[in-house]
């Protein structure tokens, strides 16, 4: 089985990530520059055939015609096994940090999310098999990318993964408006899962029980009501790597 991932900086990404089981490159027909030679210069090194196809056949395959004129076939995305994410937590020389996406349904919303966090220096994020999306070909083009460098795992209850996660020394963050907590008042430096919930449930009962705090990214009075998961999820996270950086006397760039 495979996959289309379109858009030149997921496809870019692609490419020169090792190991990424690409099986052909397609380009529309006109696109030229010096974007295509770079393309294909990396699928030369990737050793990835490169077709030319029309652009409305391109359009049939991604089944959009916002693919920015290239598309990769690649074997279907690899989400990482929970096992292996907790293993490689143990061996971080850092303090741990994961976001957990609670019933995102929004391709944009995930995909945003999944690139916030990778640039926040996130080492993976979680997300429920049910009643959620996936990793699909329109999430990968919103994140731009960063599922190159960002592992995603996919459990099947999230409620009890929270709960193996505080066993092993992690603290569970949940993001939610209206909380007690202001977020910039919280210390977030030590290992921590952050937890963003669905674009109308919000973090659902059972997934907040096993928050250890809710806090809440405090919005001017009299505007809008609450932030989307995506953006909220990147002031939380930045929030975050703001304290880490304070916290190690390392310089912001």
Known sequence: MSTIIY???????????????????LVAEGVGGGFLEEVRYLARIAGVRLKLLPRPALDRLCRTSHHQGVAVRRAVFGYQDFEDMLAQLARLPEPALLVAADSLTDPMNLGNLCRSAAAAGAHGLIIPKDRAVGVTPAVIKAAAGALELLPVCRVTNLADTLARLKEAGLWVVGAEAGAAAILYDVDLTGPLVLVIGGEDTGIRHRVRKHCDLLAQIPLAAGTVGSLNAAAAGAVALFEIRRQRLAASGKPSN
């Not at 030149?8 to 690409?22: D, H, I, K």
């Open 7 to 25: 858009g030149r900086q997921a496809v870019l990404a692609a490419l020169r990530r090792q190991g990424s089981s690409l099986e052909e490159i």
